[in-house]
């Protein structure tokens, strides 16, 4: 009896290739541990991940710095950022260093400074509309954040020619924000927090994880992929992301987070 579960759970296994090799992981990236584990110190908003991270503590910490080490990224580079729109850039740089459930949408890059970047993560509706809202009145000179800087003086500013404009200019809606500011990074998702569909940005840790539960969806759903009309879910067109070619993730990639 126990032979043959055993037996059966190999035949699982091996029916499930790579399904695994989503779940639980790091990015190979700029400071990504090799494997997530706990991180008692972890810093600030990055705290809700201590459990099991991706980042050191000092990461966590330098992803609340003004002007981090982590890419030398200046969140300053058309005046100062208002505090309730920077904790969002502060969430996003926890979510992308910390999160060690982004395994379905990681991509190879051959960039000069990471490996691997995400692509077309889902994120929760409210995570997004509330990052736009907050942001509305902060002002930038580019919608595409992860390329095109002028890094003449070591941190980036804005290219000759461009404007200083509000966000709701350069992002006209909430999805032009999330998906636009890191080249594809986040998608849009219409699914809401709570939904085990979406990742979100925000959790209260007291709860456990809720992305470690979005991310074995999606890694089923890459292995068995819907039939089409198969479950009416509004986003079941968001598995899996497209491989292939993307604008920007080889050259003049110098920095910035996701
Ligand atoms: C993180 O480590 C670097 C290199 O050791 C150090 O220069 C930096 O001050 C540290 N950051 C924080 C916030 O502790």
């Not at 929760?124 to 919608?143: F, I, L, P, S, V």
């Amino acid at each position: 009896m126990a032979l043959a579960v055993t037996v059966a759970l190999a035949l699982l296994a091996a029916l499930a290739p790579g399904q695994d090799a989503l779940l639980n992981v790091c990015l190979d990236a700029k400071h990504h541990k090799r494997e997530p584990g706990p991180e008692g110190r972890l810093y600030g908003q990055c705290s809700p991940w201590k459990d099991n991270a991706c980042c050191t503590a000092n990461t966590s910490a330098e992803a609340h710095r003004d002007r981090s080490l982590l890419y030398n990224f200046n969140w300053r580079h058309c005046g100062a950022m208002p505090a309730k729109c920077q904790r969002h850039f502060i969430q996003d740089s926890c979510l992308y260093e910390c999160s060690p459930n982004l395994g379905p949408w990681i991509e190879q890059v051959g960039s000069s400074w990471r490996r691997e970047r995400i692509r077309n993560v889902p994120l929760c509706r409210e995570d997004c509309e509330r990052w736009w809202q907050d942001c509305g009145g902060a002002r930038t000179c580019k919608e595409n954040w992860h390329q095109g800087w002028n890094w003449a003086t070591g941190t980036n500013r804005c290219p000759w020619g461009s404007m200083c404009r509000p966000f709701w200019q350069v992002f006209p809606r909430p999805q032009d924000l999330c998906e636009k500011i890191w080249s594809g990074s986040f998608s849009y998702s219409p699914e809401r927090r709570g939904s085990g569909r979406c990742i979100q940005m925000w959790f209260d840790p007291a709860r456990g994880n809720p992305n470690a539960a979005v991310a074995r969806f999606y890694a089923g759903r890459k292995r068995d992929p819907p039939a089409r009309g198969e479950d009416g879910a509004p986003g079941s067109n968001t598995a899996p992301p497209a491989r292939g070619s993307h604008p920007g993730s080889g050259q003049a990639l110098r920095a910035g987070p996701c």
